[in-house]
C-alpha cells in the first residue's frame, strides 16, 4: 500500500504537478470572471454648472453617496486605486434650490472596464442650492505708498486706463462693492510723469468675483514745486519794512 502511494507521487511527477498548476490556474481565472458585488461610500458629488447665470451658492446635500457596481473581481480590484465618480451636469437652472435624480449614467467608471456596471445610487436624489451671478461696471480705486522724491508734488486728481472695470459674481456680494480696490502704486522712485502698470486686488474681493480686465494703468504726473525759503521783507536803516 505504501509502495503505491509513493510510485504515485513519484511517477511523472512532472506531468502531474503540471496539471495541478493548470487547475490553479483555471480556477484563478474562474475567479476573476465571476461577477461580484462591491460597494464605495462617500463618493463625492462633483457638479458642473454650464447656465453662466448662476453657479452653486453651497455644497449639494448629501455632499457624498454610496454606489454599488456590479463585476469581475480583477477589473474590481482595479477601481481601488481609480474609484468611481459622480458628475452631475446641469445645463440650465430653473430655481436656486433644486432637488434632482441622480440617474446610473452619471456614475464614470475607467474607461478599461467593459463589463463592470452600476447597480445602485444611495440616496439616489440629491438637492442643490444655487445663487444668481450679474455683473457691474465699477471704478477702479487707486492706493498709493511711498513719498515722492523731495522737490516733486503730485497732480490731482490721478487718471487711471481704464477707468472702469467689469465686475461678475454673486449678487450679494456686488451689492458691497462701489469701486475695485487696485494694487498699491509705490512713488518713492518716480521722477517725472509716467504710466505704472497695476493689478486688481483680488484678495479684497469677495470669493467668486471675477473681473476684468486684471490690469490697469495708472497715469501719474508730477511738477516741480520751490523748496528754497521765502526771502525776508525788505527793511530800512531804522529797521521798518518798506
Do not use: C
Not at 503730485?154 to 487696485?182: C, F, H, K, Q, Y
Not at 474681493?205 to 476684468?212: N, S
Amino acid at each position: 500500500m505504501v509502495g503505491r502511494l509513493i510510485r504515485f507521487f513519484t511517477e511523472n511527477w512532472t506531468l502531474k504537478l503540471a496539471a495541478v498548476a493548470l487547475a490553479i490556474l483555471l480556477w484563478l481565472a474562474v475567479e476573476a470572471n465571476t461577477p461580484r458585488r462591491q460597494r464605495f461610500g462617500e463618493v463625492p458629488v462633483e457638479v458642473e454648472v454650464q447656465d453662466p447665470d448662476y453657479r452653486l451658492a453651497r455644497d449639494p446635500e448629501p455632499p457624498t453617496v454610496s454606489v454599488t457596481v456590479v463585476g469581475p473581481q480583477g477589473e474590481l480590484l482595479s477601481l481601488a486605486g481609480d474609484p468611481p465618480r459622480i458628475v452631475v451636469p446641469v445645463d440650465r437652472v430653473t430655481d436656486i434650490v433644486e432637488s434632482q435624480v441622480v440617474p446610473l449614467q452619471w456614475v464614470r467608471l475607467p474607461r478599461d472596464l467593459r463589463e463592470t456596471r452600476v447597480e445602485a445610487i444611495r440616496p439616489d436624489t440629491i438637492r442643490l442650492y444655487y445663487e444668481r451671478l450679474v455683473s457691474r461696471s465699477l471704478p477702479v480705486r487707486v492706493a498709493l505708498e511711498g513719498r515722492l522724491p523731495e522737490g516733486l508734488t503730485l497732480v490731482r486728481p490721478i487718471a487711471t486706463n481704464p477707468v472702469r472695470v467689469e465686475v461678475s459674481g454673486p449678487a450679494r456680494a456686488l451689492e458691497l462693492l462701489d469701486s475695485v480696490p487696485l494694487l498699491p502704486v509705490d512713488l518713492s522712485g518716480l521722477r517725472s510723469n509716467t504710466n505704472v502698470p497695476t493689478s486688481v486686488d483680488s484678495t479684497a474681493l469677495a470669493p467668486g468675483v471675477r473681473f476684468t480686465p486684471r490690469e490697469v494703468n495708472v497715469v501719474l504726473r508730477v511738477e516741480q514745486v520751490d523748496t528754497l525759503p521765502p526771502l525776508p521783507p525788505d527793511t530800512t536803516d531804522d529797521g521798518s519794512t518798506s
